[in-house]
């Protein structure tokens, strides 16, 4: 089967971010979205460790040690960027103030739950993070993730049998096979990799994945 690879999946997502969005990209696959948003769109990157106006990864070489997003990665400051207190942060995050985030998960259920901080798995590390706070507080929550697991178990679920971060908060995920929109009736498969098909991906996750208009 074809799959797009991580840097796809990321310039995927870049097109669906419009100019003027304010957008936190979670940590992991997530924060390499920055290196695929066009340079003639104003873009505004929200980082949880208190920056605001984030660029593209450094040239290997430039990296300040100083300059950080919240996953410890070198990134850049486009000009007017700034930075500024924890606190100040999460306050953007609960608040409304993010139009998009991007994250990653575990989980997702066809209604938009999301379960992204713990399998349960014994020695799993939990690390909920902010993603609880962005969950509820952006505008909307779109999800990057494989679709399957290593042992080849659906991610996109009919429930959640993870703990959750949140409940019908995503709209959209992309994944490497397909996208799809989630909501009350169940998630749309809006695009397919080429030679994807609704049968296979339907046989791939075991739920009744609806086409996307004019399919």
């Known amino acids: 089967m074809?799959?797009?690879s991580r840097e796809q999946m990321a310039a995927r997502v870049a097109r669906d971010i419009p100019e003027g969005a304010y957008v936190n990209l979670g940590i992991?696959?997530?924060?390499?979205?920055?290196?695929y948003l066009?340079?003639?769109?104003?873009?505004?990157?929200q980082s949880e460790n208190g920056l605001l106006g984030m660029g593209p990864a450094p040239a290997p070489g430039d990296e300040d040690p100083d300059l950080i997003n919240a996953g410890k990665q070198p990134v850049?400051?486009?000009t007017g960027g700034c930075y500024f207190h924890h606190a100040d942060s999460f306050a953007m995050m609960r608040g409304g103030h993010l139009d998009i985030c991007v994250l990653g998960a575990f989980q997702v259920s066809t209604r938009g739950d999301l379960a992204n901080w713990s399998t349960g798995a014994?020695?799993?590390?939990?690390?909920v993070g902010g993603a609880m706070d962005l969950a509820i507080g952006a505008k909307?929550?779109?999800?990057?993730m494989d679709l399957l697991t290593r042992q080849g178990d659906s991610k996109l679920v009919a429930e959640c049998s993870y703990p959750l971060t949140g409940?019908?908060?995503v709209s959209r995920v992309y994944t490497d096979v397909a996208v799809f929109d989630?909501?009350?009736e169940g998630a749309r498969v809006l695009e397919m990799v080429e030679g994807v098909t609704l049968d296979s991906l339907r046989e791939l996750t075991g739920l009744p994945l609806q086409p996307f208009e004019g399919a």
């Open 38 to 45: 066009p340079a003639d769109k104003e873009i505004f990157l």
């Open 2 to 4: 074809n799959r797009m």
């Open 140 to 144: 909307q929550v779109f999800v990057m």
């Open 76 to 78: 850049t400051l486009l």
């Open 28 to 35: 992991g696959l997530p924060t390499t979205v920055a290196n």
């Open 167 to 169: 409940l019908r908060c």
């Open 122 to 127: 014994p020695g799993a590390i939990p690390a």
């Open 182 to 184: 989630l909501g009350p």
